[in-house]
């Protein structure tokens, strides 16, 4: 078994705690996602239980991958630094359930497994800290939009003038 698979109920019922770095180029969807393959992922996963003694995961990700800016079309790292807390279920039904009974958005309720994947549930969770529309806070190159903006574009009902006109 991969250091990397784990019983999700007995690591939060034994309270284990393990960290490590995965490259961005190891994990085949966010790759996909980025602009190059370069950048690392810290991530560090914690298990325990909640206020009402449901097992849980903490999971915090940080690092720096390289996306799109979809306004100028450049490259430029996106750093990720994201936490979750993951309730465990032991089923559909159950995770329903729980979801109802905490109520709070800043909680995910997920279907535990005795199989399940740390390197997975880093990927999924780098994947959402991605924006759905990535820009830079200022682009590096302003002044192709702003030439952009300025210029200026022909009515086309001043088209259809000038073809009247002739």
């Not at 109802?100 to 969770?125: F, H, P, Q, R, Y």
Request: net charge negative.
């Amino acid at each position: 078994m991969s250091a990397f698979v784990i019983d999700a109920f007995e690591y939060a019922r034994h309270k284990e705690r393990r960290e490590g770095d995965t490259l961005v180029a190891d994990l085949s969807r966010l790759a996909a996602e980025s602009a190059d393959r370069s950048g690392a992922l810290h991530w560090v996963l914690v298990g325990g239980a909640d206020q009402l003694g449901h097992p849980q995961l903490t999971l915090t990700v940080t690092g720096s991958t390289k996306i799109m800016c979809q306004r100028c079309l450049t490259p430029f790292a996106f750093d990720i630094d994201s936490e979750s807390v993951l309730v465990l279920a032991k089923d559909e039904e159950s995770a329903d359930e729980i979801d109802a009974l905490l109520d709070n958005d800043e909680i995910d309720v997920i279907v535990g497994t005795k199989s399940l994947n740390i390197v997975e549930l880093v990927e999924d969770e780098a994947l959402l800290a991605l924006p759905l529309s990535p820009k830079h806070p200022v682009c590096p190159d302003q002044s192709a939009l702003d030439g952009l903006e300025t210029a200026k574009k022909e009515s086309p009902f001043a088209m259809l003038k000038n073809l009247k006109q002739q």
